[in-house]
């Protein structure tokens, strides 16, 4: 089934399609977090990718594959985060009309953020459904494409890029950590695993307060809706239709970490990397911490998703 | 004078010899950082090397150089900051023991590194005389060697291979920048653009707030003692004997910054570069921002100093 939605191929189109557009991101190690984790950690840094998160590997993926005449009369998302800019700015680089909508309370520095890569912003009220209404109004008026987040092939494709060369830099991982949200990066780290390092088990972190991933991944039944509350304001989106039977049939485990766990990991990732993550991309590395016993002397990739943090709010 | 004093040879000396103990860092850009400066700015992250500076370096080139009766009885410094981790890292790396004299009100987290890195710390009172007194009494008592933080020509040479390894991947730059607090790094930068990118101008930026050098440099009098004050803590220390010289030579300019205008330059690089830097590692960029209309087009390479920075008093 897996190999029907998404093939090997189709991972391989996507990483060649989208590499001239993007950063090939750095590979980080640290002693220090080494013998404090007691394996042996390699932490590929997506909060240096455009745009400050692993997001634009998958809208440049979406758009690339967008009919000529669907591109040209646009694209369309809602998003209040990371999505949002990445969208964005691939739509810019690409020469495409872009129009994102945004919740009224959306942090002052994001919708800049948003508007700097020259998208046209809407506002609407702060719930899905005037979200929703917001993109469809969008849709009918222009003829946008809506771009989801997470939520589709050509966005899980595209994120599996960041492990697909993870793997080709430090092929011999005994295991793949990487958050989640939505899924599409979990899905798409996932599926790059089973095509190209099969031998690597892959594992998710998730805030204990938006915890649907793991409560959908071990009763067997995606939880569509819930009432998230964690400093990890990255994942609070609810596991994805097309992302959830990827994750079932090829991920090991989903970890839970409570926000002050999270909050010590980040700390020591910017103690010692020298690197500015956003609380989200903390949580893998805090599930190893949790569980390090259980993981010790192994080999780990760790996916750092982003770096899209206010300054003024570090939680430390 | 400067090439019988530190020739071409003793820097590829150098920079063979501590090369397997060091990382080679990485060299950054951003696209918006380059908007914002309006020239094209190339950062060599010594924040990324071993001890979270540059200082890894001269540290290690000094121990390097010691005969082996002097190696086996050990090195001794007095040091408040980052001289003080890199020494007690390089002595513990090559299996020497090694004394650190610290000022007995030195943030715990700064004795802590520098016990973790195996030195024995010795406290004193916080003043010059107390310091130089400590290590006098350690000198007598186990013969130790004094590896000074940056007035000697080992440390010189060891501190340009951070600008020998950033032109051999940007050989073409019109402008290299460093911060100067004692000398040790400015003097290295600026022997290793004289040999191997005569081209390239090298400026400094000084805090305001401790402007010897300025003040040495513009008067041609070395000014040995000052009162700094700025938040800029690794950059108090005034300009050497040996690195004075080198500077007056070497050296095209050098542009103080006031503190509001380090911290910008500071948050501006967390921001878009998403690294950790301390304060003090911010001041080149500070100055080419707050000259930027005379550095207009250029291509710039910046010395990143270090990421050694209290995460609970960042000043944003």
Known sequence: MINKLISEVDLKNAHDRIGPHLHRTPVLKSAQLNAISESEVFFKCENFQKTGSFKARGATNALLQL???????????????????????????????????????????????????????????????????????????????????????????????????????????????????????????????????????????????????????????????????????????????????????????IICVEDPEIIDAMKLIYQRLKIVIEPSCAVPFAALLQQKERFKNRRIGIILSGGNVDLAKLPF
Chains 1, 2 share one sequence.
């Open 67 to 253: 009919k000529e005449s669907a591109a040209a009369k646009g694209v369309v998302t809602h998003s209040s985060g990371n999505h949002g800019q990445a969208l964005a700015w691939a739509a810019q680089n690409l020469g495409l009309p872009c129009d994102v909508i945004m919740p009224e309370n959306a942090p002052l520095v994001k919708v800049a953020a948003v508007k700097g890569y020259g998208a046209q912003v809407h506002f609407c009220k702060p719930n899905l459904a005037a979200r929703e209404e917001g993109l469809a109004e969008i849709q009918n008026k222009k003829g946008s494409t809506f771009i989801p987040p997470y939520d589709h092939p050509h966005i899980i494709a595209g994120q599996a890029s960041a492990a697909m060369e993870l793997l080709e830099e430090v092929p011999d991982l005994d295991l793949i950590m990487a958050p989640v949200g939505g899924g599409g990066l979990l899905a798409g780290t996932a599926l790059a695993s089973h095509y190209f390092a099969p031998r690597a088990a892959v594992v998710a972190g998730e805030p204990a307060g938006a915890d649907d991933a793991f409560r959908s991944f071990y009763s067997g039944e995606r939880v569509s809706s819930h009432q998230p509350n964690t400093l990890a304001d990255g994942l609070l989106t609810t596991l994805g239709e097309h992302n959830f039977p990827i994750i079932q049939d090829l991920v090991q485990g």
